[in-house]
């Protein structure tokens, strides 16, 4: 076999391995608030904000502070550097990716739904 065809087969092997590698690593998966306090890892949680506590936000430090409950009804508080996202408080449920570190779920993403699609399912 020619050293071109075994470069090719060598370049196309390793690329293959890096691709897998690094989709690995942008993959997280969803878990509930206890595995996130267990593991650490960077998960991501289907939450809905917990009325015992009203969310804060320090414009000067750009935090964001929050409760947050999970469908097993476990709380944490969420700390995220950003602001609020746009209708925080009118979305029913968020996904929220991050880590558990010391005692709250340190926050590197919020996602929310749009409301409109909880009012129009109300009017039906």
């Known amino acids: 076999m020619k050293k071109s065809y075994i470069a090719a087969i060598l370049i ?5 391995i890096a691709a897998l590698t690094l989709f690995n690593s942008y993959s997280i998966e969803y878990s509930d608030i206890a595995t996130a306090k267990k593991t650490g890892k960077k998960l991501q949680i289907l939450a809905s904000l917990d009325s015992m506590r009203e969310p804060s936000y320090d414009a000067n430090a750009n935090i964001f502070t ?12 969420v700390i995220y550097k950003g602001s609020p996202p746009n209708n925080f408080k009118l979305a029913k449920y968020f996904v929220v990716k991050g880590e558990y570190r010391d005692t709250a779920f340190y926050a590197s993403e919020i996602y929310t739904k749009c409301p409109s699609k909880y009012e ?3 009017l039906e």
Do not use: C, P, V, W
Request: glycine content about 10%; proline content about 0%; overall charge negative.
């Open 12 to 16: 196309g092997a390793i690329s293959i």
């Open 66 to 77: 929050f409760l947050m409950q999970d469908e097993k009804t476990e709380r944490a508080q």
């Open 120 to 122: 129009a399912e109300g």
